[in-house]
């Protein structure tokens, strides 16, 4: 007969090679982040941030734009030459946009 050993048994099975443990959360983890983008892909998007020339300035701009559900702008929220002031210059910018 075989004497008991003095070291205990492990009961759990991942114990006994610290690789396995490694492989273990990389997956989890993995998985996690590929969940995560999932959700943020499917989040429905209502906004748009673009670099613009301004057509009222003719100066570089960033704008960020809210929009329909159909996709098309409806308002400015946000544009970069006018800072945290009310935008006042007739929202030119919604019609006619090209990318910078």
């Given at each position: 007969?075989?004497p008991?050993?003095?070291?205990?048994?492990p009961?759990?099975?991942?114990?006994?090679?610290?690789?396995?443990d490694?492989?273990?959360?990389?997956?989890i983890?993995?998985?996690m982040?590929v969940?995560?983008?999932?959700?943020?892909r499917a989040?429905p998007?209502?906004?748009?941030?673009?670099?613009?020339?301004?057509?009222?300035?003719l100066?570089r701009?960033?704008?960020?734009?809210?929009l329909?559900p159909?996709g098309?702008r409806?308002?400015?929220l946000?544009?970069?030459i006018?800072?945290r002031?009310?935008?006042?210059?007739g929202?030119?910018c919604m019609?006619?946009?090209p990318r910078?």
């Amino acid at each position: 007969m075989n004497p008991i050993p003095s070291v205990p048994i492990p009961t759990w099975p991942m114990t006994t090679n610290g690789y396995l443990d490694v492989v273990l959360l990389v997956s989890i983890a993995s998985i996690m982040v590929v969940f995560a983008m999932l959700l943020w892909r499917a989040w429905p998007t209502v906004r748009e941030r673009l670099s613009l020339i301004c057509p009222v300035r003719l100066r570089r701009a960033r704008v960020h734009f809210s929009l329909a559900p159909t996709g098309e702008r409806m308002d400015v929220l946000r544009c970069s030459i006018f800072g945290r002031r009310p935008i006042s210059c007739g929202k030119v910018c919604m019609h006619a946009s090209p990318r910078i």
